[in-house]
Nanobody, 125 residues
Framework: QVQLVESGGGSVQAGGSLRLSCAAS????????MGWFRQAAGKEREGVAA????????YYSESVKGRFAISRDNPKNTLYLQMDSLKPQDTAMYYC??????????????????WGQGTQVTVSS
């Protein structure tokens, strides 16, 4: 079955960096668009970044543009999120997600078919 497993979260001070990974299995990874989402306590889940199957298209939310970078390694079935210049407001549970069809509304959670369990990122000031 489809499985997405995130790793790389942790606690870091403001201005620091983290690299999240998402290992995918159980489907043809290279056929799927992928995204990173986050959910802070008491808030709705929001799209952070998304990448098309061949990495040609990438989208970022305005809140992370210029600080985060999404990438994927299709032979390794792995998705990454490099997070630099972290801010306390980046504190959240981060999830990776996969979608089979299309890439419109790339940062909309409702467009994604499969989800991981999440990895916590905490940024202290």
């Amino acid at each position: 079955q489809v499985q997405l497993v995130e790793s790389g979260g942790g606690s870091v001070q403001a201005g620091g960096s983290l690299r999240l990974s998402c290992a995918a299995s159980g489907y043809t990874y290279s056929d799927y668009s992928m995204g990173w989402f986050r959910q802070a306590a008491g808030k709705e889940r929001e799209g952070v970044a998304a990448i098309s199957p061949g990495s040609r298209l990438k989208y970022y939310s305005e809140s992370v543009k210029g600080r985060f970078a999404i990438s994927r390694d299709n032979p390794k079935n792995t998705l990454y999120l490099q997070m630099d210049s972290l801010k306390p407001q980046d504190t959240a549970m981060y999830y990776c997600a996969a979608r089979r069809v299309g890439f419109s509304s790339a940062l909309s959670a409702s467009q994604y078919d499969y989800w991981g369990q999440g990895t916590q990122v905490t940024v202290s000031s």
